[in-house]
């Protein structure tokens, strides 16, 4: 049996605000279930919403799905089946999250003005019968998805029974990007926009290179992968291309956040949920949400998990992550839909692991999520997801093994309730570790074009770091470049390619002021344009990190070199950066062979009244980097609390929550002053355990 650590009070990141008064600190977190009463007899609508109230659900989410029957014909509207729902739905105590159709444009509308059409790069146009095949950029489209948010709104806006508003479903087009003809004009203006003139976009983009140069906007196209037959002559188009698609997105939600306020009560709020990791379109853009809700499902053949059963119970650090990434933009996040049992579109949909749904819901609680909803209520009997397991099944009586859980989550919930205490003290030893991540798109995108190496992963590198600080018990904030760092003793910065002086110069700032910051490999390379600085390799940060960046190395998959840290041996094959450090800094790790063996690897340089260490190598498991990290909070005279692989220890609200993700039973040591609520210090596979 491992032994799990666990010393001393622990304090949570932050308080977590209540944006505009939405939410009711005494509950905590409510939880609600999607339901479609449109694909249901509606002489079953009681039924179901009794059920739900009979589980413990507190609110509903309709109408996401439903534009083909609140708007059967253009400019006809019906909502008369939709208050049936909201009646009965209010009638079993249950608030309501109303939802726009974006996602899902009706067939008259696709017959009428097929341009609104999403264009795949080959030219190939979306077809009806699917979702998020609506072009953002469409005039017509916004137009119409305007009428139909004008006139919902203006049906439900004062309805007290509506609790908030939910825009789209995981905006996006799924990987894809639209090449439609509105793209095209669109793109050409923003550029147009961001460069002024074309002598500046030949100059961000290198159109020197292979004789790429403009003589006017009308000329550009978007950078088109399949009929870039022989590579690509500029990456930072690609980058520009992904930023204005970001934008495309951002501005589509605003348009329809705007036309809902302008009907909708203040005390209503609206989000819309994104999907945890996001690579086609960066949710952080959508500042005039009131806050950013989340999907998550853990569990689909994507993962392995820690041990043997990891595939069933997901990777540790998921929840956590889409907690931290999320929360920290306007205080507040909620998951709008967490896993409910089985799926039926990963790469194999296994079972998840007896217990693991309710940790999931213990992961989120711990999070500071205000809220936990679920797709979906019942197991559908058409369409695309039939296989997709819901709280009750095929018969739409019976409780699945996940609506049983989510029933057991909330009645512990309402019982931890009652010992809630507002403003509940924050131990200064968990404070003290307080750390951010900093995150931009732009690096992943940018790398994503020319990764060097097959074997390279922006984000697997990035969720790596933030697994590793999650694994010793830190507390985490994933910000952007405008945050105040000030606030975080340790600031973690992975492979930030893309640089300018302005944000060095803050690194440095921060150091001198007292802050513990960490490089990685990758960083400091090029400026925001994508080019490398005309300067000696990585001079950037050569003088905040304390050495010169002599050369990188790239191994193939089968050659496994070896790099030194405190005695012990590492493996790594990806990516290192032989480093050269100047005098006074100290060294941590070297290379143990190649022709470089006994140059250095990682540095740790003190800056002023802090430290800035970097970390230039990739470990084949990422140990040695995690090592190094405890070393930094070590020597920067921060405590941590290291954790088993696989477990979870979060702090919210008074609570401690540790939940076991790995594949074998962990012993969790609580002090003994402790009141254990729900659980007991022996935590098996997906064990939760919650005390005070």
Same mark, same amino acid.
């Given at each position: 049996?491992?032994?799990? %650590?666990?010393?001393?009070?622990?304090?949570?990141?932050?308080?977590?605000?209540? +944006?505009?008064?939405?939410?009711?600190?005494?509950?905590?977190?409510?939880? /609600?279930?999607?339901?479609?009463?449109?694909?249901?007899?509606?002489?079953?609508? =009681?039924?179901?919403?009794?059920?739900?109230?009979?589980?413990?659900?507190?609110?509903?989410?309709?109408?996401?799905?439903?534009?083909?029957?609140?708007?059967?014909?253009?400019?006809?509207?019906?909502?008369?089946?939709?208050?049936? #729902?909201?009646?009965?739905?209010?009638?079993?105590?249950?608030?309501?999250?109303?939802?726009?159709?974006?996602?899902?444009?009706?067939?008259?509308?696709?017959?009428?003005?097929?341009?609104?059409?999403?264009?795949? *790069?080959?030219?190939?146009?979306?077809?009806? $019968?699917?979702?998020?095949?609506?072009?953002?950029?469409?005039?017509?489209?916004?137009?119409?998805?305007?009428?139909?948010?004008? +006139?919902?709104?203006?049906?439900?806006?004062?309805?007290?029974?509506?609790?908030?508003?939910?825009?789209?479903?995981?905006?996006?087009?799924?990987?894809?990007?639209?090449?439609?003809?509105?793209?095209?004009?669109?793109?050409?203006?923003?550029?147009?926009?961001?460069?002024?003139?074309? +002598?500046?976009?030949?100059?961000?983009?290198?159109?020197?290179?292979?004789?790429?140069?403009?003589?006017?906007?009308?000329?550009?196209?978007?950078?088109?992968?399949?009929?870039?037959?022989?590579?690509?002559?500029?990456?930072?188009?690609?980058?520009?291309?992904?930023?204005?698609?970001?934008?495309?997105?951002?501005?589509?939600?605003?348009?329809?956040?705007?036309?809902?306020?302008?009907?909708?009560?203040?005390?209503?709020?609206?989000?819309?949920?994104?999907?945890?990791?996001?690579?086609?379109?960066?949710?952080?853009?959508?500042?005039?949400?009131?806050?950013?809700?989340?999907?998550?499902?853990?569990?689909? $053949?994507?993962?392995?998990?820690?041990?043997?059963?990891?595939?069933?119970?997901? =990777?540790?650090?998921?929840?956590?992550?889409?907690?931290?990434?999320?929360?920290? %933009?306007?205080?507040?996040?909620?998951?709008?839909?967490?896993? *409910?049992? &089985?799926?039926?579109?990963?790469?194999?949909?296994?079972?998840?692991? *007896?217990?693991?749904?309710?940790?999931?819901?213990?992961?989120?609680? +711990?999070?500071?999520? =205000?809220?936990?909803?679920?797709?979906?209520?019942?197991?559908?009997?058409?369409?695309?997801?039939?296989?997709?397991?819901?709280?009750?099944?095929?018969?739409?009586?019976?409780?699945?093994?996940?609506?049983?859980?989510?029933?057991?989550?909330?009645?512990?919930?309402?019982?931890?309730?009652?010992?809630?205490?507002?403003?509940?003290?924050?131990?200064?030893?968990?404070?003290?570790?307080?750390?951010?991540?900093?995150?931009?798109?732009?690096?992943?995108?940018?790398?994503?074009?020319?990764?060097?190496?097959?074997?390279?992963?922006?984000?697997?590198?990035?969720?790596?770091?933030?697994?590793?600080?999650?694994?010793?018990?830190? *507390?985490?904030?994933?910000?952007?470049?405008?945050?105040?760092?000030?606030?975080?003793?340790?600031?973690?910065?992975?492979?930030?390619?893309?640089?300018?002086?302005?944000?060095?110069?803050?690194?440095?700032?921060?150091?001198?002021?007292?802050?513990? %910051?960490?490089?990685?490999?990758?960083?400091?390379?090029?400026?925001?344009?994508?080019?490398?600085?005309?300067?000696?390799?990585?001079?950037?940060?050569?003088?905040?990190?304390?050495?010169?960046?002599?050369?990188?190395?790239?191994?193939?998959?089968?050659?496994? #070199?070896?790099?030194?840290?405190?005695?012990?041996?590492?493996?790594?094959?990806?990516?290192?950066?032989?480093?050269?450090?100047?005098?006074?800094?100290?060294?941590?790790?070297?290379?143990?062979?190649?022709?470089?063996? /006994?140059?250095?690897?990682?540095?740790?340089?003190?800056?002023?009244?802090?430290?800035?260490?970097?970390?230039?190598?990739?470990?084949?498991?990422?140990?040695?980097?995690?090592?190094?990290?405890?070393?930094?909070?070590?020597?920067?005279?921060?405590?941590?609390?290291?954790?088993?692989?696989?477990?979870?220890?979060?702090?919210?609200?008074?609570?401690?929550?540790?939940?076991?993700?790995?594949?074998?039973?962990?012993?969790?040591?609580?002090?003994?002053?402790?009141?254990?609520?729900?659980?007991?210090?022996?935590?098996?596979?997906?064990?939760?355990?919650?005390? &005070?």
């Amino acid at each position: 049996m491992k032994k799990l %650590l666990f010393v001393g009070v622990l304090l949570a990141l932050t308080v977590f605000p209540k +944006a505009q008064g939405f939410f009711n600190p005494e509950k905590m977190v409510e939880t /609600g279930v999607y339901y479609y009463p449109e694909a249901w007899n509606p002489d079953q609508w =009681d039924r179901d919403f009794k059920k739900m109230e009979d589980m413990g659900f507190e609110f509903t989410h309709m109408a996401e799905f439903a534009w083909a029957q609140m708007e059967p014909v253009e400019g006809q509207y019906d909502f008369k089946w939709l208050d049936k #729902a909201v009646e009965l739905a209010a009638k079993h105590h249950l608030k309501v999250i109303m939802c726009t159709s974006s996602a899902t444009p009706p067939v008259w509308l696709i017959k009428k003005y097929p341009e609104v059409l999403v264009e795949l *790069p080959t030219g190939q146009t979306a077809e009806h $019968g699917t979702r998020q095949h609506g072009s953002w950029s469409n005039p017509k489209f916004r137009e119409l998805v305007t009428r139909l948010d004008a +006139a919902q709104a203006k049906h439900y806006g004062n309805d007290k029974r509506i609790w908030g508003w939910q825009i789209d479903n995981e905006p996006s087009h799924y990987g894809t990007y639209d090449f439609s003809p509105a793209v095209q004009k669109n793109f050409k203006a923003w550029l147009q926009q961001k460069y002024k003139t074309i +002598a500046a976009l030949n100059e961000a983009w290198g159109t020197a290179f292979w004789s790429g140069v403009y003589t006017d906007f009308s000329q550009v196209e978007i950078p088109n992968a399949p009929r870039l037959i022989s590579g690509v002559a500029s990456p930072i188009s690609i980058v520009d291309f992904k930023r204005f698609s970001a934008d495309e997105c951002a501005g589509f939600i605003s348009m329809q956040y705007n036309t809902l306020r302008e009907s909708i009560t203040k005390d209503q709020f609206v989000t819309s949920n994104f999907m945890h990791i996001h690579t086609d379109v960066d949710p952080w853009r959508n500042k005039d949400l009131d806050f950013i809700s989340y999907t998550m499902y853990p569990v689909a $053949g994507y993962t392995a998990g820690v041990g043997d059963q990891g595939f069933r119970l997901g =990777d540790p650090w998921r929840i956590s992550w889409a907690n931290d990434f999320f929360r920290p %933009l306007k205080g507040v996040t909620g998951v709008m839909e967490l896993q *409910p049992g &089985q799926v039926n579109w990963g790469s194999y949909n296994p079972l998840p692991y *007896p217990g693991v749904i309710r940790a999931w819901l213990w992961n989120a609680f +711990a999070g500071g999520l =205000d809220f936990i909803c679920s797709y979906r209520f019942r197991q559908p009997l058409y369409g695309g997801e039939q296989f997709h397991y819901g709280m009750v099944g095929t018969d739409g009586a019976t409780e699945l093994f996940g609506g049983q859980q989510y029933s057991e989550f909330m009645k512990e919930i309402r019982e931890l309730r009652k010992l809630y205490k507002p403003k509940a003290p924050m131990p200064a030893e968990y404070a003290a570790r307080k750390t951010a991540v900093l995150y931009n798109p732009d690096n992943i995108w940018e790398t994503e074009v020319q990764k060097q190496t097959y074997q390279w992963d922006e984000v697997g590198l990035i969720t790596r770091y933030y697994s590793n600080l999650k694994s010793l018990c830190v *507390p985490v904030d994933i910000v952007g470049e405008d945050r105040d760092l000030s606030a975080y003793p340790v600031v973690v910065a992975p492979a930030y390619q893309m640089v300018d002086k302005a944000l060095v110069e803050k690194w440095r700032k921060y150091a001198e002021n007292g802050g513990h %910051l960490v490089l990685t490999c990758r960083t400091g390379l090029k400026d925001r344009n994508g080019h490398f600085f005309e300067a000696p390799w990585g001079d950037a940060i050569a003088s905040l990190i304390g050495a010169k960046i002599a050369m990188y190395d790239e191994l193939s998959k089968e050659t496994k #070199a070896t790099v030194t840290f405190n005695t012990k041996n590492y493996t790594w094959n990806v990516w290192g950066d032989i480093l050269e450090p100047y005098f006074g800094v100290e060294t941590w790790a070297t290379y143990a062979d190649q022709f470089y063996a /006994g140059k250095a690897s990682v540095v740790h340089h003190r800056v002023g009244k802090g430290t800035v260490t970097y970390i230039g190598t990739v470990t084949t498991d990422g140990k040695m980097e995690k090592e190094v990290l405890k070393k930094v909070y070590d020597e920067s005279g921060i405590t941590t609390n290291e954790q088993p692989e696989g477990v979870m220890v979060n702090w919210r609200d008074g609570f401690w929550v540790a939940i076991n993700y790995s594949s074998s039973k962990v012993l969790v040591n609580i002090p003994a002053k402790s009141k254990i609520i729900f659980g007991t210090k022996e935590l098996g596979v997906a064990g939760v355990v919650v005390w &005070q």
